[in-house]
């Protein structure tokens, strides 16, 4: 299990979902089921159980479901089913970011399509994509008050369509070099964000909120975490450790804030030779420290430490929007700064 | 406009269905539109209105969706909610599959990723697959009971879900030589009657069908249907018009039903030709005249052809089994032939 646990969540309440997961997961004889148990870190690529602590999975999705409900006042438990679904979202959809953005290495083991192929890996994310909404079917057993169902299945696949109008700009955004530091951050808040901000409003749902605009404005919260937290591993990837998972968007040449900024802010050398660097077809992962010096003299840096604190800032006026406030809006600052970890991206 | 319109139905029912689906896939800003608008045939490359007649579009599984309701004894009309859904997350899965198959053309144009690239493409798919579900939504306004609306929405899943399985199927037997038919026959009612089944299901439910031994036995049919239809595929593509969209599995190896009885019946002689065509990394286009003839002369295509007559009884079998019969199995029957178009296909 992973090391991260949210504020209102104990041990116990991580264990009770995973073991959920994998009975769902399980419950059903798919021959997809074993590229989607090795996604999820259960099995290595034979199937066998993988060693314990081979692969670190934090739910973190599934984990802000349920403490968002928490900090609404309803039990963790009470999440556990929307909590299911925007866990298995989310994994569906790092199966296809990495056949799109070409990943081999995901939390330190070969990503599925570079173990099983592209093509048995986009059809694996969609059948996973396809498992997270039934996950979520079990609220449709008539326990739940109709508009509750209603609200969730639409936090669920409104998540999932706006996800994929951020991962679309990133796409687009990959071989341009002029972009603003605006635009990045709406494809960030788009792609990071919005499974996050339907963690989020999922777990708002299951406490029982229904009041559009309250959902609306919690759903903005989690999306703003969303980017700041893309943010913070845009500084990690330039300035951390050097691995090869936290740079894989580097090599790719997908946007980074650090970078976007001191293209924008630059002078014109320092334009010329990040422009030259961004030329070739993948970035050399011997040059990173050399982009990483040419941002942090332009500025980039600085503006991506500034940004995250911003962004935190407007999460936090998202919740007072949205009338969460006191130990409400405490317990939720409390799940951006752990998403966020800037203390740790920043070493 | 297409040229097939399915027993019960009129012109003005495609129409509607098609405002409806215009309506709704442009009823968001998308900046994935575009790629959905392409690929249900509105629009060019460059977004611009696609010439009248261009693309061929025959809207197949709403109009089975639409028919099946209509058989019931509830209009067409009021199956239009339902039939939307099920035609996007058609057109979403062929996205997808046209990336895994490598396909450069479909309805004579260029595929989706072939002309944005397969990230783009594997993207636009999960967001055509999000919409498919949203659409869905409408039937949660509250009009329709409880349980129909739950049944719906496990129907479109769970055809999805169903059709990965088969597609998951296509692509590890791809480069297998040997293979059984009823391999080949329970892959093809997966990969190709999933969604068919899914239609009918859905069809049957807007009708106010709620037991759930009819919905199976009537998704039971959609499936036959689905594989008579791939075998009758199969058939076209080494004995019918030669093109690129009806030969590109035979290209990519796909298997086929005509070539894998072959293997399974022919002599050593014959299986040895046949494997060495096949030990291609793609198969020649210029050999499939080579290829057919050896499937035909083991009987290949004799056992296609029966093979087809086969599934459709059985797909009758099993409108009785569900309590179809007269004039509901009749129009039923008469969907099950135009979806086949057996004649056509041997044209």
């Keep these: 299990m992973g ?37 999820m870190g259960w099995v290595d690529q034979n199937g066998e159980p993988a060693m314990a602590g081979e692969v670190r999975h934090e739910r973190l999705h599934a984990q802000l479901a349920m403490s968002t409900a928490s900090a609404l006042g309803a039990s963790p438990e009470s999440a556990i089913d929307f909590a299911l679904s925007i866990e298995l979202a989310h994994h569906a959809s790092l199966v296809h970011e990495d056949v799109e953005d070409g990943n081999t290495d995901r939390a330190g083991r070969p990503t599925v399509w570079w173990t099983w192929g592209p093509a048995q890996a986009i059809n694996a994310g969609d059948g996973m994509q396809a498992m997270a909404r039934l996950s979520l079917f079990a609220i449709l057993d008539g326990s739940q008050p109709r508009e509750r169902v209603s609200a969730a299945l639409e936090a669920l696949d409104d998540a999932v369509l706006s996800r994929c109008e951020g991962e679309y700009l990133d796409i687009a955004y990959q071989e341009r070099l002029t972009l603003s530091t605006e635009q990045y951050l709406e494809m960030a808040a788009g792609r990071t964000g919005s499974l996050l901000g339907g963690a989020t409003m999922l777990g708002a749902v299951a406490a029982g909120v229904v009041d559009k605009s309250v959902l609306h404005a919690i759903r903005e919260f989690g999306r703003k975490i969303g980017a700041a937290r893309q943010v913070g591993l845009d500084i990690e990837s330039l300035w951390g450790e050097r691995d090869v998972s936290s740079q894989g968007r580097l090599i790719s040449k997908k946007k980074n804030l650090a970078i976007v900024y001191a293209i924008e802010h630059g002078d014109a050398t320092l334009r010329r030779k990040l422009g030259e660097l961004y030329m070739q077809r993948v970035l050399d992962p011997g040059m990173i420290g050399e982009v990483a010096a040419l941002a942090d003299s332009a500025g980039g840096r600085d503006f991506c430490l500034k940004s995250v604190t911003g962004l935190i800032d407007e999460a936090q006026r998202a919740l007072s929007a949205g009338g969460f406030e006191g130990n409400q809006q405490a317990q939720l600052m409390g799940c951006a700064a752990a998403l966020v970890e800037v203390g740790r991206n920043l070493g």
């Design 3 to 39: 090391e991260v646990l949210l504020p209102g969540l104990t041990q116990d309440h991580v264990e009770q979902l995973e073991d959920r997961l994998r009975t769902f997961l399980g419950s059903r004889e798919l021959p997809l089921y074993r590229m989607m148990a090795y996604q």
